[in-house]
């Protein structure tokens, strides 16, 4: 390929992928809101409107965007001023790198070259990822800390101890989808996971990993700090936690960066324990379903089948989230560590020794 051309596609698939994420994030902001109402039984947001047009309340992340631009941008006596506005960008910078490796359909073809559908296919994606998105604590720790208060400082603290427990057995509850797929490479976890359990039950990590499934999931809320794991911000105790001195523009990084993690979560989640994008029981000729039963599928329709399984499963995930944060209530301080360190990192210690076991005996043919 001419240098020209690998550049284009390079920025195709950057700016694709970005524009997915963003997108999505201004609709989570809507649907936040109209999810959280529907399980209070109310209406929600169904005021801003564009000629005379509310549309469910859709313009109103438009709404919030216009008013964060023109709001007053001010800075707290006392704070660090180089820190202060250095950690929205460190809570919002790591977030958007980790899409970098998630791969969003399979290889095409295009001009006779194979072209990836995914940003950088790193032979150590999940290391990669998990080096990156364990940065995002320092913006929350310098937001704590930079702005003089105590309240910030205690939410900054308090992210601190949660991250380092979660990240262990967050890191922990994969190591057995790497024992069975035998690679940290997501394309080829992904790849992977298009086979047959029994000839029947597409192979997808949460069938090999159900254990590591809820592991990584609970983890997964822990690390984007969201209910009932929302302890940085707990606003019944610290008023807003870490952001508390923060408006404006500013806030508003933080709370991207906090959708952003829960759309490049869901992706994660779906690359390692959902087959990414594959679809069930179809190949790359068409369907095979168990049985011996089968048909051709033209290959456009093969390859918009997966991209857009893989889109409908993260956006279900999505929607997980904020399912679970408005059903469940926060929890405290001190259940939120036991449960890291006392059940989570044994049993994903468990999980590790059970799927080398499994994997032994049937290496072994037992």
Known sequence: MSPLFDLAVAVARIAVFISFCLGLVVILTWVERKGAAYIQDRRGPN???????TLGGIFHPLADAIKFLFK??????????????????FALAPAIMTMAVIPFGPPVTIAGHQIPLQIADLNVGILYLFAISGMTVYGVVLAGWASNSKYPLLGGLRSSAQMLSYEVSMGLSVVGILMVFQSVQLSEIARGQGELLFGILPKWGVFVQPLGFI????????????TPFDLPEGESELVAGYHTEYGSFKFSMFMMAEYIHMVVGSAVLVTLFFGGWQFPYLADAGFAFPGGVSFAVPAWAVLSLRIGSFVVKTVFFCWVYVWVRWTIPRFRYDQVMRLGWKVMLPLALINIFVTGLVLLLIDKGI
């Open 215 to 226: 592991l990584f999931l609970t983890a997964l809320y822990a690390e984007a700090n969201r």
């Open 47 to 53: 005021r801003a409107r564009i000629l005379g047009l």
């Open 72 to 89: 007053e941008d001010f800075i707290p006596d006392g704070a660090h001023r180089l820190f202060y506005q250095m950690a929205p960008m």
